[in-house]
Each structure stands twice: as C-alpha cells, then as structure tokens.
C-alpha cells in the first residue's frame, strides 16, 4: 500500500517533474495512460492468476514488476518519453499485485479467522498507505527532487517481493507441518 498510494497522490507531480514543456491540462492526460495501463493489467493479471491456480509468484511478480518501473523512471528521468514508460511499467505492476495478493492471503486463513484476518491486513496496510505519500512528500520537501521519494517508494516495493516470496519459501518448507499456517 505504501507504494500504490503513494504513486497515486503523486503520479501528476511525478511526471510534471519529468517534463518542463507540458500544461497541467497535458500532464493530466498523460497521467491517464499507467493508469488506464494498470486497470488493464490488474484484470489480466488476475485472470492469469486464476486460470494457472498460482498466486503467489504472481503477486510477487506484480510488486517486482513495480520496483523495476520505478527505478527505470529513475534512471530514465532525462528523457521524458522513456521515463513516462517506465512510469506506466511501474503502475503496471502495482496494480497487478492486488488480484493473486488478495486471493492467497484469504486462502491461509479459515472462513471464520478471514474477516479478522483481512481486518488486520487492512490496519496495516492503510497505515502504510499514509506512510507512502507523507514520506514521499517529506523526502520530496528535503532533497528539492523527486528522485529520493521514488527510491523509497521502490525499495518498499522489493521489500514487498521478498516478503511475498518469503511466505512462499515458509509455505514449501513447512507444508507438512501440523500447526502451521503459510
């Protein structure tokens, strides 16, 4: 959550930063496109999802796909076209997260632990939804730049991957086990 929110508070500053020539009026048409993008790719992805059976290399691919975009808009942000591209790449992989990210997680509880399961989940996740954007903000207010924000919002999102595929690495090893629930 940390890194969707904050992409979508900051997505129209993000790519006014990346160009000096376009109007606000063009700069919000072009922040159309990652989303337009990631609506799209969120169902594909789910789809993809649902068809194979597999969640979890998919969410983990999701939030992986994210981190590269982000740091391909950073080492793009000379040349506006690109960067926006990358941009689009990392919504892409945002979005795609949520669909297989939802559905493995409300497979490891029971129907009578999911509501409070998915209650804390959301606790925790709305907290980093506010934690995106102010540190991006602050990060933003500190360095003049955007870049230092987008960095953190990337290396949050390959924290995300690691710990996705972590429950993964949990779920093979102790799959057996009585007691364990990954």
Known sequence: M?????????????????????????????????????????????????????????????????????????????????AIMMMCVATIGLYSFSGPYWAFTSSLVTAEAAAVGIGIINSIGNFGGFVGPYVLGMLNDATDSISSGLSFLGFMLLLTTIQVLLTLYFDIRFINSPGVIC
Do not use: C
């Open 2 to 82: 940390v890194g969707l929110y904050g992409i979508s508070f900051w997505m129209f500053r993000i790519i006014k930063s990346l160009s000096s020539v376009l109007t606000n009026t063009q700069v919000g048409l072009v922040t159309m496109v990652p989303y337009l993008l990631g609506a799209v790719s969120m169902v594909l992805v789910a789809r993809r999802s649902d068809w194979t059976g597999e969640r979890k290399y998919h969410a983990a691919l999701g939030s992986f796909v994210g981190t590269l975009g982000l740091v391909g808009v950073l080492v793009t942000q000379n040349n506006p076209i690109i």
